[in-house]
């Protein structure tokens, strides 16, 4: 960090923390419980990417590995999280500098890509300028509760074993493609923060097997089902029901993946190793045959000509074409119909 105005880095220690800290304080509405708990379990030197001026921090973000599940493979993404700029250093393009910093080492690295969750609509417009494309969205149903029973046996999951608990969360969430997976530590996380909320985790058992779970928290003056997995409809209606009993009220918001009707835009995906993924996809299409040229402009690597055919990736010179993709249309034609998903996210 020769130059202390214009470069990516880091500090030693304690003091950059803090100063971090401060940083995300100012530009976000969090509790200082919810930013305190934030950063001591997600916070890593290695992973927090800044701008420095005058030794302080004024733009950064943090960098946090998931694994996605992509038809029969596991890939890992990284997830760029807590995403900011001082406001008085705002519209000088730190930002953008940070995020190509940031792709450039994730490329290097060997990273296929990464995604985020615009904390306001108007910035996944800013993010669509730095390459990053739309692909996880969500919907929202309310729930009346009112008529439903209980007709299992329901605890919290303090009393749960935990093991086993993330054992059928861990099943279910793999069953489902293009899902960003939670490790056991981070499900661990997630779950104590639900409890710092005043939220509350129920399972479900039945002939002595866990037969369903639910994520409930508060939002506004509702009550959000994060995630919900139940064996059958009578299963899933007594977690609610309870979730309901406890939270003392009927009216329960449920998000779920996309169906039919409305849906909701949350995360974004930039591709940031475009010959990794489009063998991924390759092998998982056997039937593709096509041939696209990616156009990266930051990444130099990803320009060339990707011929896929007989469930193999053959990349070739680039060729310019006015037909070439940028790595957002190449994320577009990835994910196309596959309703990527992603729940759970501390900072949602």
Request: charged residues 25%; glycine residues 4%.
């Amino acid at each position: 960090m020769n130059n202390d105005s214009q470069n990516t880095g880091s500090t030693k220690g304690h003091k950059l923390k803090e100063l971090s800290i401060a940083l995300y304080k100012l530009c976000f509405d969090d509790s200082d419980r919810f930013v305190n708990f934030y950063f001591d379990k997600r916070y890593t030197e290695k992973n927090h990417f800044t701008i420095l001026k005058n030794s302080n921090p004024v733009a950064a973000l943090q960098v946090i590995m998931y694994m996605m599940t992509f038809f029969d493979a596991k890939i890992s993404f990284a997830y760029l999280s807590a995403i900011c700029t001082h406001p008085d250093f705002r519209r000088q393009g730190l930002m953008t500098e940070l995020l190509e910093k940031t792709h450039k080492q994730l490329f290097a690295d060997g990273i296929c890509a990464a995604f985020l969750i615009p904390a306001k609509p108007f910035l996944f417009d800013v993010y669509r300028r730095n390459d990053y494309e739309t692909v996880f969205y969500r919907t929202k149903k309310q729930i009346n509760t009112c008529n439903f029973g209980i007709n299992c046996k329901i605890y919290e999951y303090p009393e749960a074993d935990k093991s086993k608990v993330f054992e059928y969360f861990d099943s279910k969430m793999n069953g489902r493609n293009c899902c960003i997976q939670h490790s056991f530590r981070d499900f661990e996380t997630i779950c104590e923060d639900i409890y710092n909320s005043s939220g509350v985790i129920l399972i479900a058992e039945y002939e002595n097997r866990i037969a369903g779970i639910s994520f409930a928290s508060p939002i506004s003056d509702s009550i959000a089902i994060s995630e919900h997995f139940a064996e059958t409809r009578e299963i899933s209606e007594s977690l609610l029901k309870t979730v309901s009993e406890k939270t003392k009220t009927d009216n329960l918001i449920c998000v779920d993946i996309p169906q039919n009707g409305h849906c909701e835009a949350i995360g974004m995906i930039r591709i940031i190793c475009a010959e990794k993924m489009l063998r991924l996809y390759a092998a998982t299409h056997r039937n593709c045959e096509k041939t696209i040229c990616i156009k990266d402009s930051l990444i130099a690597e990803n320009n060339g000509c990707y011929v896929i055919s007989n469930a193999g990736c053959t990349k070739l010179p680039f060729e310019n074409s006015h037909n070439s993709w940028n790595v957002a249309q190449l994320a577009q034609f990835i994910f196309d119909r596959q309703m990527p998903y992603l729940s759970l996210m501390l900072n949602e």
